[in-house]
């Protein structure tokens, strides 16, 4: 998608990786934490193409070497894309899309899931999916 990308850059979707930020602060004694995003795209026809229509699922895994203290995680809603509202899970977990419910939130712009403080070496999974426009 020409033009459709974060500050006017080309939206690519596909079996690429992409960027998320974590906002934390850090309380470790060895290592930094983690965050990588995956994405799937199953289009109306059924396909893998990145076409209007089609369902872009994105799961960011965040994985922590030991203890992190206030841990947020936000990702932005790509252009070109409508969230899904009722999409956001933590760990398989369904989370609301209010931002007074549970550790999650969603908008029309971003997700936010905040984990708090995480205490021990372990991984978290976050999901949500977009349809593109």
Known sequence: YPNGGDGGGDAVVGSTGATATATTQLALTAG??????????????????????????????ASFPGATRGVVIDDPVPTGTAYVPGSLRLDDAVLSDASNDDAGSATTTAIRVALGDVATAGSRSIQFSVKIQ
């Open 32 to 61: 930094v934490p983690t965050l990588a995003k995956t994405q799937s795209v199953l289009a109306p026809d059924g396909s893998a193409r990145a076409i209007p229509g089609a369902i872009v699922t994105y799961r960011l895994v």
